[in-house]
C-alpha cells in the first residue's frame, strides 16, 4: 500500500532511527555487527555481556526499561546476553531520545552498581519493573527512592507513564514449563451423574 517509494522511504527512516541510537550510546555500550562504515542496519545490538562481571543481565536492562515506559526489547536474539533495539520509521526523534536517554540513565545505574554504591541483588535494576501497587504500597523496603523506581527521568513526570501489572517473572521457567492457575483435575470430577 506504500508504494516503492513510500517502502523505500520507511527503510531510509528505520536504518536513520537505528544509527541514531548507534551514535548516541556507542561510547557507553558496545554494539555488536556493525558494517564495514560502522553503521546498523534498521536494528542494532547492544551488548550487556561486558557488566555480567557486576550481576548484570540484559534482562534487567530490559526489565528496567519497561519503568521508563518501553516495551522490553527482544532479549539474548540472537546473541545471549544482548538486546536488539528495532525502531521503526514511524519513531519521531523526540521518542528516540527519550529511549536513549533511559539508556544512558540505565548505564548509571550499572555504574552504581559496578561502583558498589548499590547491591546488584536489591538494585532498581535487579528489582524491575515497579508495578503501580508496589510504589503505591505503604511499605517500601527498598534500600532506593520511590522517585527513582517509578520516575527515573524527569521528563517522565509530564507524559502519559505506563505502568506495569506485573512486576519480575521467571520467562525460562515460564517458557518450558506449563504453569496452570486452574483448579486440580480431581475438582472436576464428581460421584454424581451430570444431566441425570
Partial sequence: MLGAEGVTASTIHAILGSNYIKS????????????????????LIIDLRPFKHAGISAEDVAKRLIDFGFHAPTLSFPVPG?????PTESESKAELDLFCDALIQIHAEINEVIAGNADEHNSVLSNAPHTLADLTADEWSYPYSRSKAAYPLPQLRHRHK?????????NAYGDRNLVCTCPPIEAYSSSETVGA
Fill in 24 to 43: 548516541r550510546l556507542e561510547s557507553l555500550y558496545d554494539i555488536l555487527y556493525t558494517g564495514e562504515a560502522g553503521r546498523t542496519a534498521h536494528e
Fill in 162 to 170: 505506563f505502568w506495569p501489572a506485573v512486576a519480575r517473572v521467571d
Fill in 82 to 86: 544482548t538486546i536488539m533495539i528495532e
